[in-house]
């Protein structure tokens, strides 16, 4: 539940989700899932990606909440 929250509100900010931030506070695992998940929407434009940090793009922005529905981790 920390993990989706920390995608859901952190994406969504000028400063991003942070891959270190991902592994420290939830594991390997978690930043894995997030990795697999997000590439395709870096390559389609819709995140940015610089270092460590990802942000929405502007064309990111206007789909922001299916993007991060689909980034987060659900456990059953």
Do not use: P
Not at 3 to 15: I, Q
Not at 36 to 53: D, L
């Amino acid at each position: 539940m920390r993990y989706n929250e920390y995608v859901l509100t952190s994406l969504r900010t000028m400063w991003g989700c942070d891959r270190e931030t991902i592994k420290t506070n939830f594991g390997e695992d978690y930043l894995n899932y997030f990795l697999n998940e997000v590439e395709k929407y870096i390559n389609s434009g819709m995140i940015n990606k610089t270092e460590n940090k990802l942000t929405l793009s502007d064309k990111g922005k206007l789909y922001a909440d299916k993007i991060t529905t689909n980034l987060f981790l659900i456990d059953t």
